[in-house]
């Protein structure tokens, strides 16, 4: 069982911490528990808790509403509103819930209904992304583990994966063609997955490589299927090359008209870069890119 401080429940319910204490003193709504040195901390339950009746603020129910109800009230009240059509920030909060708990049934509910009512797309735009950033960000800080990171995203990939199969792309000879990869040692390939995806459904051909792809690998692919692009995902945490040289070895050992590169634009600015990269900002740059 995990201890929380007020500021990683702040965190993972999106609910401020001056909230917290004023819903604590006034409603005593969570009773935080203190350690042997008088250290206020919260249990797995308390968040879980908290972050439903987070959910239920946001629908517009009033918390001297809340605090009235028990928890098992509570819990009703949740699994019936979020049956009906909800809002971005719903589904993430829901999420982030379904991770917490371990429960693979409960994120593929989620995630079924978020593609149901606002497609695959925006589902990875909005929902997706944002929610594996705040998961990573809140790991890097130790207000979650790396098993529920690891657990959530192996649900996401799996269920993504069927999407990708379910795409067919035309055929024929005038469409672009794109290398996908991750260099060895960077571990979003989630993220790479989801821009497999998002290419595949606007009718690009996809060379999907995978993950920990040397130079001499990437040469070599790039030279049996001579793509118009190659794309790839430089963390700027990267331990293994300074990206900027990376970068340059890259550019300069393929003749490849474009190489499109994410991950690292605090790092490298695109004024910075050689004329045959394009650095981008985030998912929304790239789909821009390939809509011109």
């Known amino acids: 069982m995990a201890n ?4 990683d429940l702040a965190k993972l319910s999106g609910i401020k911490a001056h909230t917290i204490r004023i819903w604590e003193q006034r409603y005593s709504i969570i ?3 203190r350690t042997a ?21 946001r629908k517009g129910i009033r918390i001297s509403k809340i605090a009235k109800l028990s928890k098992e009230e509570i819990k009703t009240e949740v699994d019936k509103l979020s049956e009906t059509e909800a809002e971005h920030t719903d589904n993430f909060q829901s999420l ?8 693979e049934p409960k994120i593929g509910k989620i995630l079924s209904k978020c593609f149901s009512q606002n497609g695959v797309e925006d589902t990875i735009l909005n929902v997706l992304v944002p929610f594996l950033e705040k998961a990573s960000l809140l790991w890097l800080t130790g207000s979650i583990s790396s098993m529920h990171e690891q657990f959530a995203s192996c649900v996401i990939r799996r269920r993504i994966l069927t999407e990708i199969t379910k795409l067919k792309t035309k055929k024929g000879q005038d469409l672009p063609k794109i290398l996908l990869y991750l ?7 989630l993220y790479l997955m989801f ?4 290419l595949k459904k606007r009718n690009i051909e996809v060379v999907y490589l995978g993950t920990k792809v040397d130079i001499e690998d990437l040469q070599l692919a790039a030279s049996i299927h001579k793509p118009n692009f190659i794309y790839t995902i430089i963390s700027e945490r990267h331990k293994c090359y300074v990206p900027a040289c990376y970068i340059g070895r890259l550019s300069e050992g393929m003749e490849v008209p474009h190489l499109l590169i994410s991950g690292f634009q605090h790092t490298m600015k695109q004024s910075e870069s050689p004329d045959n990269v394009t650095v981008l900002e985030d998912l929304n740059e790239l789909l821009e890119f390939f809509s011109n």
């Open 96 to 103: 982030a819930m379904a991770m917490m708990e371990l429960d």
């Open 195 to 198: 821009v497999q995806y998002l």
């Open 37 to 57: 040195s008088n250290i206020r901390y919260y249990t797995d339950q308390d968040l879980k808790f908290l972050m439903n009746i987070a959910f239920l603020n």
């Open 183 to 189: 260099p060895e040692g960077d571990q979003q390939e």
């Open 31 to 33: 009773e935080p528990k």
């Open 4 to 7: 929380y401080s007020i500021r």
